[in-house]
């Protein structure tokens, strides 16, 4: 298996968060509960506001950190035998489960009415039901429907390669841990997955580590589309980028989770584990839900974002990401390696 630490440098070590609030509590307590976690900020707002609601002596430290900072920060401040955050919240799942798998995530006791596949060992916790999507902008398609398969999406780059050329992207594997994930679950489901790489390198695709630099280009129509785009952030792009559509694939979508657990040194763990208990919650899935635009997992929470409504529109099409050891496979070095060169020939194939 890869030790992910050898590929750290040493300034990761003591990371700069990406944003760093502190959110007083209600009451004016001073007795905070500390959050490593890679959502946006923005995002996290009204969560936090919900948890602080429902929990008024407890002041929130939130710490935006990239997932490899999050992981890294983890075991650094363990090893060390220092105090850490109380709850680890990251999009990178399998990151997620080998802080669990190898020791450094506290096993929590309750029953949080969760699907088996999205929890693992009362260790890691998955707590969002997020789509990899199919972005486009309306626009470049007045009179047709956007490709909704990625054989369609495979035919249409080919036959309008001329046309689009440098105006279609998604996700640099090699730099985003979600769009690597996203691939090596094509890869598993789909044997022709290649020859959509092939047609997207064909016509010109662009690589970009981030979701925002990518929705950016399509939503104000510099890139026609973008593929395998998580899909919480498209839905947050859309409600102020009204030629922003977005397409769940027909012949099956990828589904991935949010991962949370509370480290084995944090700082108070019974704190880590209230707020772990809130993400998990009614009350914190339809924050999630309504007001944070990301999917709820919780099987309770109804509306647009949720589980059941994605799960309504496509039925058995949906490929969840189980949490679970299969996600240590995405990180050794010779599987990982094999298929950034499949993709890399897929992409400069003529």
Known sequence: MLDIRALVVLCCLA?????????????????????????DEALARPIIDGFQKANPSLAVDYLELQT??????????????????????????????????????????GDFSMPQWSAWRNAAFGVTFEPAVIVYNKAAFPNDDPPRTRAALAGYLRDDAANIRGRIGTYDIERSGAG??????????????????????????????????ILERVGDGRFVLGYNILGSYAQNWAVNNPDLGIVMPEDYTVIMTRVALVPRAAANPQLGQRFLEYL???DGQEIFSTQARIPALHPDVEGRETATSVQGLLGTRIRPVRVGPGLLVYLDQVKRERLIRAWNEALTAQ
């Open 280 to 282: 998990l919650s009614r």
């Open 180 to 213: 690597f994930l996203f691939l090596a679950r094509d890869a598993e489901h789909n044997r022709d997955i290649w020859d959509l790489v092939r047609a997207m390198g064909g016509a010109g695709v662009k690589l970009y580590s981030t979701s925002s630099a």
């Open 68 to 109: 490899l900072e999050i992981h890294e920060r983890i075991i650094a401040e363990t090893d060390n035998d220092e105090r850490t955050a109380d709850l680890a919240f990251s999009s990178a799942m399998d990151l997620q489960l080998k802080l669990a798998n190898d020791g450094y995530a506290r096993v929590i006791s």
């Open 15 to 39: 990371p700069t968060p990406l944003a760093a609030e502190y959110y007083p509590a209600v009451d004016g307590s001073e007795e905070a509960v500390i959050v490593y976690s890679s959502l």
